[in-house]
């Protein structure tokens, strides 16, 4: 059973960068791809960027592609958000997932708690 620990959240100001992390832990470790989601209060949990594991091919939501960043430390089971220019409407918690496939965002993984993300005005 893999497990996800998503961390780094936290509240940050209006402009300011996060750096979310992923980690995996469990059985042997190698999705063919991940993803980030996230959920703000009152919304439904929306896709924000994935990764495919093996090359490192990315795709995001066309609204975040210009300040988010999608990577990943294969050693260490490790994907990470990297997130600039942060805007009170990126307040949400993130998660992360193992997707389907490259532009594929269907979920195939178990959710874990998340990590709270609060950009204050």
């Known amino acids: 059973q893999v497990q996800l620990v998503e961390s780094g959240g936290g509240l940050v100001q209006t402009g300011g960068s996060l750096r979310l992390s992923c980690a995996a832990s469990?059985?042997?470790?190698?999705?063919?791809?991940m993803g980030w989601f996230r959920q703000a209060p009152g919304k439904e949990r929306e896709f924000v960027a994935g990764i495919t594991w093996r090359l490192g091919s990315t795709w995001y939501v066309d609204s975040l592609k210009d300040r988010f960043t999608v990577s990943r430390d294969n050693a260490k089971n490790t994907m990470v958000l990297r997130m600039d220019r942060l805007k009170p409407e990126d307040t949400a918690v993130y998660y992360c997932?193992?997707?389907?496939?490259?532009?594929?965002?269907?979920?195939?993984?178990?959710w874990g708690q998340g990590t709270q993300v609060i950009v204050s005005s």
């Open positions: 997932n193992i997707v389907q496939g490259f532009w594929d965002n269907t979920v195939i993984g178990s």
């Open positions: 469990g059985r042997a470790f190698s999705p063919y791809a």
